[in-house]
Each structure stands twice: as structure tokens, then as C-alpha cells.
């Protein structure tokens, strides 16, 4: 019979299961943790994108990203979030257009 490792802590569940599967002692307090970390993260690096803007009104999304150290994608997401909050807007085309801070 082979024993693994796995099997001592948790018999009859798969690994992967075992560690998917949360606790429940910490999950509440994680949750509340990881929640205050991504909205202050989030604020901070709206912040980061309007300071740019500011500096460069006809920076591109790909330039942001490389000046914020994240991907395009993320900062499409934070734009897309700041222009509903209506902190920026893009007027022009993509070509010849520029960022206009509202706030």
C-alpha cells in the first residue's frame, strides 16, 4: 500500500481539493485583509494615472502601463472605472486625442 503525503491530513480528499478548500478560520479575516489592500492599491494607482495624465496628456494606455509597471489591460480597467467616476476623460480619437482630468 503506498501512503501519500497527502492522505494523512485530509483521508479521502484529493490534493487538490485539500487545498482549495477553505479553513474557515481565516477565510473572514483574509477576505476583509485582501479587500482593504486591492481598494488601496486601486486608489493608489488611480492616483499614479492621473499624475501622468497631468504630466502628458497625449500619453497612450501602453505608455501608462510602462510607467505604472502593470499591463495594458489593467490600466484599460482603471480608466474605465476613473471615466465612470468621471475623473477622466479622452476627447479626440486615439490617434490625435489627449486625457482631460476632470477633477
Known amino acids: 500500500m503506498t501512503i501519500f503525503p497527502h492522505e494523512s491530513f485530509a483521508p479521502g ?14 477565510d473572514g479575516i483574509n477576505d476583509g485583509i485582501n479587500d482593504g489592500l486591492n481598494e488601496n492599491g486601486k486608489e493608489d494607482r488611480q492616483a499614479q494615472i492621473i499624475c501622468i495624465i497631468k504630466q502628458n496628456p497625449r ?38 486625442g489627449y486625457w482631460d482630468v476632470i477633477t
Open 13 to 26: 480528499v484529493a490534493a487538490n481539493d485539500a487545498e482549495n478548500e477553505g479553513d474557515g478560520i481565516n
Open 59 to 96: 500619453i497612450t494606455v501602453e505608455q501608462i502601463a510602462e510607467r505604472v509597471c502593470v499591463s495594458k489591460s489593467t490600466i484599460e480597467r482603471e480608466i474605465k472605472n476613473m471615466k465612470e467616476k468621471n475623473l477622466i476623460d479622452h476627447l479626440g480619437n486615439n490617434k490625435t
